[in-house]
């Protein structure tokens, strides 16, 4: 089975820390994803990489960076965090290819105080 | 842009009766088209797909229905239990790895026992 990993499930941060979201995946994917989930909009993409070192900024990149520096690992930062970044962000990845499904990790529930 | 609209945004139902959810989407180009389970607490997970030359694809209690001419796609249950009780997610996709995946904005499910 696929598994995305993500270290850490439950997060609470104040405003203008720094934060980190690491994940990990173990199916030697070439891509993997950040998204966003808020109630009523949806799965929105934040960031992808297709490759190591490698990044594509996807619908909503404001206020976020990404660092994937080994194949399996791919980490969300939150340069200083806000009370708007409050939500659920989950990790994905993927084989390259078209139409390959995504495979997402467990969610990380961020709360910015 | 292009977008993926799903209706209804909650749906309950009576365990054994069926639910249909459906979605739009608005890129001619997209090719590939999976649903996904999302249960409390989880990361959304692949329950079916199809791609563009199928009309419709089943497992099980569940089924997907594609119309290209109309760009509409639609999520079939049958005999429903309360496990199915969760939010699906329909997705369009077009290209490569996934990176255009657009995703609907969800459909919570109730099954009522």
């Known amino acids: 089975d696929v598994k995305v990993t993500q270290s850490s499930r439950y997060l609470v941060k104040r405003t203008g820390e720094k934060v980190f979201l690491e994940c990990v995946q173990d199916?030697?994917?070439?891509?993997m994803f950040w998204y966003r989930q808020d109630p009523g909009l949806g799965l929105r993409l934040i960031y992808f990489?297709?490759?190591?070192?490698?990044?594509e900024k996807g619908d909503i990149p404001e206020g976020y960076s990404v660092s994937r520096e080994k194949k399996e690992r791919f980490s969300l930062i939150l340069e200083s965090a806000s009370t708007n970044q409050t939500s659920m962000y989950l990790c994905?990845?993927?084989?390259?290819?078209?139409?390959?499904?995504?495979?997402f990790g467990e969610g990380s529930w961020l709360t910015v105080v | 842009g292009e977008n993926v609209e799903q209706h209804p945004s909650t749906l309950s139902v009576q365990e054994g009766d069926s639910a249909v959810i459906k979605c739009t989407y608005s890129?001619?180009?997209?090719?590939?088209f999976p649903w996904y389970k999302q249960e409390l607490g989880k990361g959304p997970q692949l329950i079916i797909d199809?791609?563009?030359?199928?009309g419709e694809k089943k497992d099980q209690r569940i089924a997907v229905t594609l119309n290209k001419t109309a760009k509409h796609f639609s999520l079939h249950i049958t005999e429903t239990q309360p496990e199915d009780s969760a939010v699906y997610f329909c997705?369009?996709?077009?290209?490569?790895?996934?990176?255009?995946?657009?995703f609907g904005a969800g459909t919570r499910l109730f099954v009522k026992a």
């Open positions: 997705a369009a996709s077009t290209g490569t790895g996934g990176f255009k995946t657009i």
């Open positions: 199916m030697d994917h070439e891509n």
């Open positions: 890129d001619s180009a997209s090719n590939y």
């Open positions: 994905a990845s993927s084989f390259g290819g078209a139409g390959n499904t995504i495979y």
């Open positions: 990489s297709y490759d190591v070192k490698m990044k």
């Open positions: 199809i791609r563009s030359n199928v």
